[in-house]
Nanobody, 121 residues
Framework: QVQLVESGGGLVQAGGSLRLSCAAS??????YAWFRQAPGKEREFVSG????????YDTDSVKGRFAISRDSAKNTVYLQMNSLKPEDTAVYYC????????????????WGQGTQVTVSS
């Protein structure tokens, strides 16, 4: 049984920063990722991390601006978001899977409830 709980979302002006947290409980998986979904759009991959090695991958639109990390002692995954843009506005979800770091939302087994990020222009 796995529970993923996101926090840290909020309102920020363009150019600002936020840090999202995903607190995991129940068990650990090999890969954790952040996805986001804006109204009327598909849920899309943002950034992922492998638990054991810490290897990361970011989607092109956030490279150089966002950074995913994990704290094993706290069993928590973070997403540091800098230089935020209005197009980053979405509900951000934490997800986990047993396998490798993939970008498809269909292969992730567990999801958090989401946290809203709103970036004003």
């Amino acid at each position: 049984q796995v529970q993923l709980v996101e926090s840290g979302g909020g309102l920020v002006q363009a150019g600002g920063s936020l840090r999202l947290s995903c607190a995991a409980s129940g068990r650990t998986f090999s890969t954790y990722a952040w996805f986001r979904q804006a109204p009327g759009k598909e849920r899309e991959f943002v950034s992922g991390i492998t638990w054991n090695t810490g290897r990361t991958y970011d989607t092109d639109s956030v490279k150089g601006r966002f950074a995913i990390s994990r704290d094993s002692a706290k069993n928590t995954v973070y997403l540091q978001m800098n230089s935020l843009k209005p197009e980053d506005t979405a509900v951000y979800y934490c997800a986990a899977r047993i396998g490798g770091l993939l970008m498809s939302k269909y292969v992730y087994d567990y999801w958090g409830q989401g946290t809203q990020v709103t970036v004003s222009s």
